[in-house]
């Protein structure tokens, strides 16, 4: 691509104060590029990105029951997004911080992943509901993401109103420093324009690639930007009809090759690499999706191998089964909450459990004597595949 023509692509920089420092701040170009996305050779990409899309939807048809593919899809999709930003926490530390266990990290970095997750159910439940992705949208998903934990001075739901910059100690010496606050709105209304804009005519993975490395290099927030335009991915393809479900984690693909990753949205700035930075996307998606659907399949089969074991108990395996069935939904579980959910007596459930800890099934995980918390162990390990924290 001639040099002449790229230099559309590149935005601006301008030339402000911060702090009595002279700061070169990006004024990112609207969407679409300028000159238009050469996309010919990114159409094998995008065809096994759109199959594996299409093979998770196909799941969610065929599966009699997805919530438990929902209920841990998801968490592993904060979980890894929030460890890209630096969160500690493990899968088995979200588990058992949402079960009221004590977790082995500090507290405030599982409140983050958990409110990853609250924040993505609530940006898909006013999808649902018919309001439109929107900034007015993000503000509120924001705010969710930011309530408690470390980010909670940080004007949760609220843009920026100050110089903010990724890298380094201060705006001087930072390696890349988004647009200042007096430009921001400008910024943020062409963003939403291409949100709701339908005449690009964009494939729907093309316009989830965009919109994520645009809001990146706009960072309109002080604190969340990364988790929020992650969070972005998920909810356009929901909101598009390319997922039906939120059951793709883009972030496991990001948070593998982060280098590259960091690498690729810094060229897209600095040399209007749009077609590179796509590539890598939908390899990231195509791989997302295969991983997603194979570890499915690996579940169902664990579940019916277990489940196999189970029906030899005899008489017991009635009230075992249907503990068994309750813990694929949430694998980690305590006898007073499965007596609740199941209207079973507190001696059956404990009953049940024993057998599932003789057969190998399930772990009491918690030490305790009384009040204790037991895990489908091997469920968990295979789900939480690739989410260790980063060191």
Known sequence: MPAAK????????????????????YIPPPLPPVPALKLEG????????????????GMTKLLPDIRFLLYLYVRKEALVSSQIEG????????????????????????????????????GLRRLTGGFPLSLRLIREIHEVLLTGGRGANNMPGEFRRSQNWIGGTRPGNASFVPPPPERLMGCLDDFEKFLH?????????????????????????????????RLLITLLLCAKGALSEPLLYPSLYLKTNRTQYYDLLQRVRSEGAWEDWLAFFLEGVASAAQEAAETAERTLKLFARDRGKIEKLGRPSESALRVHELMQMNPYIRIRTATKA???????????LSHLVR?????????????????YSRYVSMVSAGTEPLS
């Open 197 to 229: 804009d339908d005449q690009h005519k964009l494939p729907v993975l093309v316009e989830a690639g965009l919109v994520h490395v645009q809001f990146e290099s706009i960072h309109p927030f002080l604190d969340g930007n990364g988790r929020v335009g």
């Open 6 to 25: 790229s230099q559309n692509r590149l935005g601006t920089y301008i030339t402000s104060s911060v702090s009595g420092e002279s700061v070169r701040a």
């Open 359 to 375: 057969l190998g099934i399930v772990k009491e995980v918690s030490g305790k004597q009384r009040d204790r918390l037991f895990a």
């Open 87 to 122: 969160t500690q926490s493990s899968f088995a530390d979200l588990l058992m911080f949402e079960n009221k266990a004590t977790p082995h990290v500090a507290v405030e970095d599982v409140e983050e992943v958990s409110n990853y997750v609250a924040a993505l159910q609530h």
């Open 42 to 57: 990114l159409f094998q990409r995008l065809d096994r990105a759109n199959q594996g899309l299409g093979r998770l939807n």
């Open 342 to 352: 199941l209207k079973l007596t507190v001696p059956t459930v404990t009953n049940a």
